[in-house]
């Protein structure tokens, strides 16, 4: 039997370099930079004071009724711009035959923003001379959290609305596999059309950690770069000086539909979501295998999936997060995964120009391959000065490259062990 395919017929995005597709894709290729000091909180006294926040980015025209939406996070509201932008992009309201049971949601969308401020005083308020009061924390909590505040701070909340918004009556679901939770989203909705459970899936990811929590918790697992006197410097995937990943934040959404379905409507195509590869290196809780097994496994069986050979792959978006571990580990991995094409094969890291979005991070990198397939351009790594022995690839440094390609390689692999390869590809009917 053979599989039903799976084309992209529309995009959205919100990110540090761009609230729209156009905008980001434009960004990308002037090299321009999304990093500047933390705004969304006094991060004075932490070890890393910067990060690539989302800019000028006005929620309340997204939507008709802001009101509704005024608890929810920046995930969430993230995740209906984008989301809003992908729907429109598709045109599939203007199908009469639009049927919305046959349209469902994956996401791979974070955890909301707690209340820090107030959480903060509450547990201060709750331990007195060493001594925690459980009972007036639990009682103070009750009475002084927003209860809706809290409700929206579930990673499910972000596909709940999309799905309330635009009338997607099927499949709705939700991962959280960490860094690579938004690729295997747009893997996994990929395999709901391919069995014929929907024909329309909107996928994608939200999220923002650059919270005190967030960034808190990267920095005791010394990944964020503490390069505070050049911020726009810090992320520098693959180079010998790199010394951490910076945070980031927004959405990348994709309108998946089954080829028949988007051509029977007369639909525009982007591309076509040709492998998926899902695995776990099965070794410890926040690092990643030394050589590299899991992510080697993903993207052999990526490629088997797609039934391509290395020599298809004309480009590879690496998860390239500057850190000196896991830049090591993937250069060994595209070489595990392509073998001798590796040598000869252009890679680059926009996480160098918008930072490290966390779970939303596949899904815009997926969007950024279907672009560099659309326009022969493929986007550098900027901020690339120095080569390391270590990793010795072809990382495109710092300007892009016009080269045609036919099919690119999207890595996320996250904090647990977590590997997600997607193939992408030029249609051809």
């Known amino acids: 039997m053979m599989k039903r395919r799976v084309v992209v017929t529309g995009m959205g995005c919100v990110t540090p370099l761009g609230n729209d597709v156009e905008s980001m894709w434009q960004a990308q290729k002037e090299c321009r930079n999304g990093v500047g000091q933390i705004t969304h909180f006094d991060a004075s006294r932490f070890p890393t004071r910067f990060a690539a926040e989302v800019r000028n ?81 639990t009682r103070d909590f009750i009475e002084k959290m927003n209860p809706r505040f809290e409700l929206e ?36 909705a990929t395999e709901i059309i391919r069995r014929g459970d929907a024909e329309l899936m909107l996928s994608g990811g939200a999220h923002s950690m650059i919270h005190p929590f967030g960034v808190t ?26 010394n ?42 926040t690092d990643i295998h030394p050589e590299g097994r899991g992510a080697i496994s993903c993207i052999k069986m990526a490629l088997r999936d797609a039934e391509a050979n290395p020599e298809d792959i004309g480009y590879v978006n690496a998860h390239g997060t500057s850190t000196k571990v896991n830049d090591h ?9 392509l073998g001798e094409h590796a040598k000869s094969t252009p890679i680059s890291s926009i996480k160098s120009m ?13 969007i950024t391959c279907l672009l560099a397939i659309r326009d022969g351009v493929l986007p550098p790594t900027i901020n690339y000065e120095t080569p390391d ?41």
């Open 354 to 366: 918008m930072g490290h979005l966390i779970a939303a991070a596949g899904a815009v990198e997926a």
């Open 244 to 285: 951490g990943f910076v945070l980031g934040e927004g959405a990348g959404m994709l309108i998946l539909e089954e080829l028949e379905h988007a051509k029977a409507r007369g639909a525009k195509i982007y591309g076509e979501i040709r492998g998926y590869g899902s695995t776990a290196d099965a070794y410890r809780i």
């Open 57 to 137: 980015y006005n929620f309340e025209s997204q939507v008709d009724d802001p009101k509704r939406f005024a608890d929810a996070g920046r995930n969430t509201r993230f995740a209906i711009g984008a989301a809003k932008q992908a729907v429109e992009d598709s045109g599939i309201y203007n199908d009469r035959e639009f049927d919305p049971a046959r349209f469902g949601v994956y996401l791979g969308a974070g955890e909301g923003q707690q209340d820090f401020v107030q959480f903060m005083n509450l547990v201060a308020d709750s331990n007195k001379n060493g001594e925690a009061d459980l009972q007036r924390f």
């Open 329 to 337: 580990v993937e250069t060994m991995a595209i070489k595990g995964g």
């Open 153 to 188: 701070l579930e990673p499910n909340m972000p596909a709940a609305h999309l799905s309330s918004l635009f009338n997607a009556q099927g499949p709705n679901l939700n991962c959280l596999t960490a860094c690579a939770a938004s690729s295997q989203a747009i893997g996994e």
């Open 389 to 429: 022995p270590e990793c010795d690839l072809d990382y495109i440094p710092n300007q892009p490259r016009e080269k045609k390609i036919k099919a690119a390689l999207s890595n996320s692999f996250g904090f647990g062990g977590q590997n997600v390869a997607l193939i992408v590809s030029e249609f051809k009917a």
């Open 217 to 242: 918790g990267f920095n005791l697992l010394t990944a964020l770069s503490e390069r505070n006197d050049s911020p726009r410097t810090a992320s520098r995937p693959f180079d010998l000086n790199r």
